[in-house]
């Protein structure tokens, strides 16, 4: 049954990737984004990690990607505004994602299928687990990496507050 | 799984479902019957006695009306901005506990669609999610005051949503749970979490006001800007559809406030009415109790709508960004002293 499952939501998650490569408007590239990212929330369910997917799904679905479709709300792109690319570039875009699929090609042919990973806590993914896992033997990284974050808004604050001690 | 189960969750979707569309039928009747008692008006009082067939009358209306498509929108997400409107709006029901458990013959059915053991992150991802009805109908739309409007409610949700989660993180330090039903449960008899948590149920408060689009954070519908805000261009059931899911909103919003901070089903004296009323009415009388509280906050939604002028677009982020998410901040660090001090001594 969840084998099914996983293999629908597998090709909903491709095709809906695909499409945010090939729809034509940057609005509904960003809609299929989002929709690839809510397959990707039940791919989490399906492995009982209800916490992640759950995550995925307010900050992913409902925070960044509120964020993107904003940001190109406003920008207001069309074809019109899209400045024509000369042949040129377009065939070095062919060379180099042809290159890309060599080297993928190459390596995957090399590559061989490991066991499947079999966890030794099947819960792991539940809440209570995971808080304990971060919290206890990943208390260092998980820290370190929620300075970085404040780093990161800092600097961003900085930015946009340059302008004003300038002017 | 058996089928007895799926049966009996059906049942129970359809229920909610339909008690949720009802509710927010009659939310419309009371806004307006609420509205003209602040303004010393009579109200709608023709259809029916006190005019209570007011709302089928405005539903029949809004069916029969013209349904006009833009020709310049974007036909497709235009009809899909309304949809996933309510769309997000009913599904934030599915995790509600509505009462304990009710046992009918030697079976307990739990009156409750799912708990799932993230329940308040569930809620938190739909509130989030709700945005996209109204930035997808804005966009479609194809214009500039729709398009402003999807940009302000896109800000607006963003801005409040980070203030509601950080006033849940300080609700969740004292329930040690994420799961809606165990949250409820503590809160037995008395124990209401709003009596230790009462600046967090503020905050959480007034975020739900703007999540919701309700005066006075209404500004995506500022007729006084932007015509009709998102759905200047919606008209017939489409447009119905938007004012629904508003109404619907805010009785989900209305519920996770009352299960969240104010008890749910629980009452005072509850035991020894378990015990007068049996294990099989004693839960409705609780799931009675709790739409009381909704009620309440129904109602309280309406009387702030019709009380508070609306916020400018620079009040609405500085009261965000530098009133409440610092006061959440500080009401965390407030509660977490104060349990770690409790655990000490």
Known sequence: MSTQVFYFVATLSIIFSLMVIFAKNPIHSVLYLILTFFTFTVHYVLLNAQFLAVVNFIVYMGAIMVLFLFVLMLLNLNKDTEPAKSPLIKIIGVIAGGCLVVTLIGSLKSASITSPLILKNQELGLVENLGKELFGPFLLPFELSSLLLLAAMVGAVLLSKRDEVEA | ?345
């Not at chain 2, 959480?204 to 261009?233: K, W």
């Open chain 2, 1 to 345: 799984m058996d089928s007895g189960f799926i049966i009996e969750k059906f049942l129970l979707v359809a229920v909610i479902f339909g008690i949720s569309l009802l509710i927010a039928m009659y939310s419309t009747y009371a806004e307006r019957k609420v509205a003209a008692y602040l303004q010393d008006r009579l109200g709608p009082d023709r259809a029916g006695p006190f005019g209570i067939l007011q709302p089928l009358a405005d539903g029949v209306k809004m069916f029969m009306k013209e349904e006009i498509i833009p020709t310049t929108s974007n036909r497709w997400l235009f009809v899909v901005g309304p949809g996933l409107a309510l769309l997000c709006a009913c599904i934030g029901t599915a995790v509600i506990p509505w009462g304990s458990p009710m046992v009918i013959g030697d079976k307990v059915v739990p009156l409750q669609v799912s708990d799932i053991n993230v329940g308040v992150l569930y809620i938190f991802g739909v509130v989030s999610l709700g945005v996209y009805g109204v930035m997808i109908g804005g966009w479609a739309s194809n214009n500039k005051y729709s398009l402003l409007s999807a940009i302000r409610a896109a800000s607006q949700n963003i801005s409040y949503e980070i203030a509601m989660g950080l006033s849940i993180i300080a609700l969740l330090l004292i329930t040690n749970t994420l799961s809606l039903k165990e949250i409820v449960d503590q809160q037995h008899g008395w124990r209401w979490n709003v009596l230790y948590q009462p600046l967090g149920f503020i905050i959480f408060m007034v975020c739900s006001f703007a999540e919701t689009n309700r005066a006075p954070f209404d500004l995506p519908e500022c007729e006084t800007e932007l015509i009709g805000g998102y759905h200047t261009e919606y008209s017939s059931m489409k447009l119905g559809f938007y004012l629904f899911a508003e109404y619907i909103n805010m009785f989900v919003s209305s519920a996770v406030m009352a299960a969240l901070y104010f008890g749910g089903y629980n009452y005072p004296g509850m035991d020894s009415m378990a015990e007068i009323l049996g294990p099989t009415w004693a839960p409705l009388f609780g799931t009675g109790i709790f739409f009381l509280k909704i009620f309440a906050f129904i109602f309280f939604f309406m009387w702030v709508r019709w009380t508070i002028p609306r916020f400018r677009y620079d009040q609405l982020m500085n009261l965000g960004w530098k009133g409440l998410i610092p006061l959440a901040i500080a009401n965390i660090i407030v509660t977490g002293i104060v349990i770690a001090v409790i655990e000490k001594f």
